[in-house]
Structure formats: structure tokens, C-alpha cells
């Protein structure tokens, strides 16, 4: 079934977005890419509901459109699979004008295509930038105004913008603090102009449809995550979480009072939401962090704020909520967005629970194929952790027990993944929270951070001495390069290394002792402030560290490869100016052949095949060189260039040309060995 039989004639244009993903692009040798079995998850941020009915059982209800980490995708009420729309974005809000369904604006951020902003005029079929005015940065929140759809909204880092010719040019708006962090927005309905603000200073106000803001004067530090609205025929009342709680105002936040207490636990309050339907007083939900339980719930009100009742959906300890939304059209239909489920739904208001997340894929980081069992492979997604397959990719099972919170309340963030090459049982994760390790193939996972990394940074490269499997290293953010003798307890190993953050390293399995490492100063935009400081070797297991770069003509090196059967030649992906490769063990480097891609993620060379490697590059997609690097040849039939993003690339080393892709809204891609091509 299409979108265009889903939803009616408003969601025709949402089917050629369906249909594009479908289409295969030339590649070399017939070989064709199977992205259909997952994993599939998403970590949802938020949900906008757009004016095409979906029918169901229980009563029509909205057609959905979910921001999540891999982009904008469309559901019918989670009873259907859900369909990419195909926006490379880190997506945090969607929005869809009310007149016309298939204009659509997404905010977010997209490095990809430097942007925090982009909008679709044909129900997600191609994606537009904006024109001009809006500078490049994270965005947390998109909102069309309902009384003027041409008019758009935009809040996150810098405050709020306003493009009133649906997101082509925008302006700055007035009346906010420098640096101000807007979080939510909401806006009247029945009421042309009158909208509201809530950021890192607190909540404001504007009569004139977002161009001028008046900070209100609210309790406490004034720091507001959430905002909404409820409106009858006679009173419009403003719900806000203002440090924590739930606070209102009847007189359009001229004065506030604290929501009543009772039902509720001790926790904190991050968003508010509202029944839209006319009730007096307002039904009112919260999504809150209990202190005691460790896990976040979902609070009801029908009393408008005056007391509580926990309404559900039970999450295990390591699941993150991000958002809760009530159905317009059938107000008893409440939606929660999570990291690992993606959707859950309920149509009694909260009492009961089904996931409605079917065949949704999110951003998948990495993934290693298990050197002695090759049809084990792991994937880790940014968010909602690690995967596991133990039929080469076909099917995936969360792994994630003993993942979850960090100390500071978020979800571990995973950053790399490493497989010990002589136990497929025994695993790795480099996350925002130091190293996890697995004897148990991911069944369960204890944290690896004994010794000098008991701080815990984040880990963005791991890798595993083939020699000695116990010898790992770790590349952080803040402390370079850590190394453990018993993948437990660590040394720093970092002594003349410049730069403070490591993007790669890897280990020559010839030569035990000799590793290379990449390393950059800054942050990834926006703004983009990475200065590149090019490979370092060590020929001494990490002890010491001399510069390896003669020759490199960028040195933002994101990823190393050494070639297994000869330790001399080293390959190196970079950040604009594609593959570098140095035949005399880094001492020189010279551009290898033209045709893979600029921006390379990674590189993976075939063990049994002299000369064969694999470039994955985040704008180019798949490229294979059968001749050292010198030629490229386009592997990119049955991906979606440049939209699938490939994150990383690993093969299984029993198979030539048996690849395992990494991608930022196609699960895990495989090529499977199809016609002969040495």
C-alpha cells in the first residue's frame, strides 16, 4: 500500500517521496544494495499532525509526520509502516502548513548540508534550503502560523526567526536576549499574532506573529523548556515548565501560578501538553523524570493542573522519552516519542499502550562484522544503542541491557563499536560516557573504564590489536588516545600527540606495536570550528607518538585504514579532499585516484584480495578500487545518493565484496557478492 492510498489526495505528493526512495541509481557489476531488514528503531523527537485523516478503528485520526534522528518520515497512526520523506537532516521538529499539505519545514540540524532548516513544497519529493537570512545553526522547533501559513517560525540557537514567504528569506525577531535558547513555541490559534516562547531565560510573548518578543516575568531562574496553550470561547490559558514544574497563567503570562501538586512525584517536568478540545477546566499532560523510579512517565491533569495521575507507558530503565503530543482530531489518542521505540500510542488517553514505530530506521553510527563469525554483526546507533545480527544482516535484536542513563540524566550516546577478531561473543562501545564491553554478544554490558579514563569522555574511536584482542584503544574527545593491556584498565598513551580530539585509529596487524591516529581541534558545526592536525605513528604501542603527514592534502582525516597484507601502505579518508595513501608506513602521502567522493567516512580493505578497498563517503555514497586506490568505480545501486549518508563500512573477511554499510536513515545496508568483478 502507498501513501497516496494511506491518506487520500493530501498525501499524494508524500508518495513520490516513497517512490524516489525506490529507484535504484546505476552502479558497477549488478550489484545492488538490501536495505529492507533494519534495524529498524528511531529516536523521535517530536510530531506534527497534518490535515490528511487516516482512517481507523478507533475513530479517524491524523496523518503523523515524526522528526526523528534520520529525518522526516510519515505514518498513518503507527498502523501502517512508516515511509522516509528523505530529508538528511538531524530532525528535532516537523510542521506542515494547514491550507496546503505539502509544504513542509523541518528544523533540526543537517552537516550535511549546513543547514538547521529545510522545506519541502511537494510532500517531501525534494528539499529546498532557505534563500537567505537564516544563519546556520541548531533549531529545536518549527511552527506554521495557522491564522497566515505563509508566515513560519524557527526557534533554537540564537533565538527566533521569521520568514513570512513559507521559509524562503528570514529576518531576526526583536526583543530576545543575545544567545537566548528557544526551546518550544506556541501560537493562538483564534487569535492572529499572539504567540509564546519558552527558552534558557525564560517564557515570552508576542502580539504581532513572532516579530517582537516581551519576556514575562516568571518565577524562579525563569530557565522554561516547554510551552502550550489552551483556549475556550471565553479564556486562553498558558501552561509553561519553568525549572522544572508546571506552572500556568489565565491572563496571557502576565501572572502565573503553580500548577497543584497532588498525584504527582518528586521530578522534573520538561514539557507540558494540551487537549485542544474546548474542555473547562483543561486536560493537561506532563512528561516528567521521577526521581524515585529513574525513568520518565507521562503525568494526566483533567482538573487543569490541579492534580495528577501517572497515565503510563511503563519504559525500562535505559529508555529515553523525548516528547508526548494529544491527536487533534481524536483528543483520547496520546502519542509518546522515544530513543529505542520509536512511537508508542495510546487511544484511552494514557491507560494503555501499544509501539507504533513499524519499519522505521534511524541513524545507525556503526557497524562491525565479527572477524571469526562473520555472520555476526553488530550495529550501534547514536541514540538508542546496539544491534545485533546472527544471520549476516538479515534480522536485528536490540542489545542494550546495562545501557542507559549517563550521570547526568542523558542516554548513553553511542560513538564507536569494535569486535574482538578471535571471540564473536566479545564486543565494544566508545560512548559519551567512556567504554562498555560485552562477553555475552551484547546480552549484557558492564562498563570498561578502570584507570585513567575513569572520568569517562567520550570515546569516538575504538580498535582492537588483532595480535593481543585484551590490548584496546580508545580515541576521546578532550584526552587523545587511551590504551588497556586487559579491555579494562586504562593508561593515557597520548605522549606527543597534538590536538586535543582523536577521529581514527587503527592498528597494523603486521607490525604489533605500530598504531596510527588522526587527530583535529574544535567541534563540528555549527559553527564549524575543526582545525585538522593530520596522522600521528607510534611504533611502540602507543608510548610514543611521532606527525605522519608529509604529503596530506587535508589534514581532517576522519578515517585510517592499514592494509592487512602489507603494513606499509596505510589509507587515509578526509574531510574535503578524499583518499591520501602512503606506501612507506606514513612517512609521505600522495591523493590517491580521483572518483571516491570528498567527505569520507570510512575505508575497509578486502583481506584476501591485494589492492581492493572500499571508500564510504557522507556525500558521494560507495566506491570501490580494485588497483591500490588508483581508480574508483560508483557502488551506489540501491542507495539513495547522496540522502543515505553512509556512516561506516565494514566486510566480512570470508567473502570479497560482501559489505556492511553504516547509514543515516537506511538501517544497515548490505551488498551481497552478486557477479564476479575482480
Not at 623 to 641: I, M
Not at 663 to 678: E, K, N, S, Y
Amino acid at each position: 500500500m502507498n501513501l497516496s492510498t494511506m491518506f487520500g489526495r493530501a498525501g499524494r505528493a508524500l508518495a513520490a517521496a516513497a517512490a524516489l526512495a525506490a529507484t535504484l541509481p546505476a552502479g558497477a557489476g549488478g550489484e545492488v544494495w538490501d536495505h529492507d531488514n533494519g534495524p529498524f528503531f528511531g529516536s523521535m523527537q517530536g510530531l506534527a499532525f497534518g490535515p490528511a485523516i487516516c482512517p481507523g478503528a478507533g475513530g479517524p485520526t491524523s496523518l503523523l509526520l515524526a522528526a526523528v534522528d534520520s529525518g522526516v518520515w510519515a505514518g498513518c497512526g503507527g498502523k501502517l509502516p512508516w515511509r522516509s520523506l528523505g530529508a538528511v537532516i538531524w530532525a528535532a521538529s516537523v510542521a506542515t502548513d494547514p491550507v496546503h499539505p505539502a509544504r513542509l519545514y523541518v528544523a533540526g540540524n543537517s552537516l550535511a548540508r549546513g543547514t538547521g532548516f529545510l522545506r519541502s513544497s511537494d510532500g517531501g519529493n525534494s528539499w529546498q534550503l532557505p534563500e537567505a537570512g537564516l544563519p546556520f545553526a541548531y533549531y529545536n522547533v518549527v511552527k506554521v502560523d495557522p491564522a497566515r501559513p505563509s508566515s513560519v517560525l524557527v526557534g533554537g540557537v540564537g533565538g527566533v526567526f521569521r520568514s513570512t514567504d513559507r521559509g524562503a528569506t528570514w529576518a531576526p525577531t526583536d526583543g530576545l536576549p543575545a544567545g537566548e535558547y528557544i526551546a518550544s513555541l506556541a501560537l493562538h490559534g483564534a487569535r492572529p499574532g499572539l504567540a509564546f516562547a519558552a527558552g534558557s531565560a525564560g517564557v515570552y510573548r508576542s502580539s504581532d506573529g513572532g516579530r517582537h518578543w516581551a519576556r514575562l516575568d516568571v518565577p524562579g531562574s525563569g530557565y522554561s523548556s516547554s510551552v502550550a496553550l489552551h483556549a475556550t470561547r471565553h479564556a486562553t490559558t498558558v501552561f509553561a515548565t519553568i525549572d522544572g514544574a508546571v506552572w500556568l497563567s489565565s491572563d496571557r503570562g502576565a501572572s502565573w501560578s503553580p500548577a497543584g501538586s497532588f498525584g504527582l512525584p518528586a521530578g522534573w517536568a520538561d514539557q507540558v501538553a494540551v487537549d485542544p478540545s474546548a474542555h473547562s477546566p483543561a486536560i493537561v499532560y506532563a512528561r516528567l523524570f521521577d526521581f524515585a523510579a529513574g525513568r520518565w512517565t507521562v503525568q494526566r491533569s483533567a482538573d487543569g493542573g490541579g492534580t495528577w495521575q501517572a497515565v503510563g507507558p511503563t519504559l525500562a530503565d535505559n529508555q529515553w522519552m523525548k516528547s508526548i503530543a494529544v491527536d487533534p482530531r481524536q483528543p483520547s489518542r496520546l502519542y509518546a516519542t522515544t530513543a529505542l521505540s520509536g512511537l508508542l500510542a495510546s487511544d484511552d488517553s494514557g491507560q494503555t499502550w501499544q509501539a507504533s514505530g513499524r519499519r522505521m530506521s534511524g541513524v545507525v553510527a556503526r557497524v562491525a562484522v565479527a572477524p571469526s563469525a562473520p555472520s555476526v554483526v553488530y550495529a550501534a546507533s547514536y541514540n538508542s544503542g546496539p544491534f545485533r545480527s546472527r544471520d549476516g544482516g538479515r534480522s536485528w535484536t536490540p542489545i542494550n541491557r546495562g545501557l542507559g542513563f549517563s550521570d547526568w540524566g542523558y542516554e548513553v550516546e553511542l560513538q564507536s563499536l569494535a569486535v574482538d577478531p578471535r571471540d564473536a561473543a566479545t564486543v565494544y562501545v566508545g560512548s559519551c560516557c567512556g567504554v562498555f564491553g560485552s562477553n555475552d554478544g551484547g546480552e549484557t554490558w558492564t562498563p570498561r573504564n578502570d584507570g585513567q579514563l575513569d572520568w569517562r569522555p567520550t570515546v569516538q574511536a575504538l580498535a582492537v590489536d588483532p595480535n593481543a584482542p585484551a590490548t584496546l584503544y580508545a580515541g576521546t574527545l578532550w584526552g587523545t588516545v587511551f590504551k588497556t593491556t586487559d579491555a579494562r584498565t586504562w593508561v593515557w598513551s597520548g605522549s606527543g600527540l597534538v590536538g586535543s580530539h582523536v577521529y581514527a585509529i587503527a592498528v597494523d596487524p603486521q607490525h604489533p606495536g605500530t598504531v596510527y591516529a588522526s587527530l583535529y581541534d574544535g567541534f563540528e558545526g555549527p559553527p564549524d570550528t575543526r582545525v585538522g592536525h593530520g596522522v600521528f605513528k607510534s611504533t611502540d604501542g602507543g608510548a610514543n607518538w611521532l606527525p605522519a603527514s608529509q604529503g596530506l592534502g587535508n589534514l581532517l582525516v576522519r578515517t585510517l585504514a592499514v592494509d592487512p597484507l602489507d603494513g606499509t601502505t596505510v589509507y587515509a579518508g578526509t574531510h574535503g579532499a578524499g583518499v591520501f595513501k602512503s606506501v612507506d608506513g606514513g612517512a609521505s602521502w600522495v591523493a590517491a585516484g580521483a572518483g571516491a567522493g570528498s567527505v569520507v567516512a570510512a575505508l575497509a580493505i578486502e583481506p584476501n584480495v591485494p589492492g581492493t578497498l572500499y571508500a564510504a563517503t557522507y556525500d558521494a555514497g560507495v566506491f570501490r578500487s580494485t588497483d591500490a586506490g588508483r581508480s574508483w568505480t560508483a557502488l551506489n545501486r540501491g542507495l539513495d545518493v547522496p540522502t543515505t549518508s553512509a556512516q561506516s563500512l565494514s566486510l566480512d573477511p570470508t567473502r570479497p565484496g560482501h559489505l556492511f554499510l553504516a547509514t543515516f536513515m537506511d538501517g544497515v545496508a548490505v551488498l551481497r557478492p552478486h557477479a564476479p568483478w575482480r
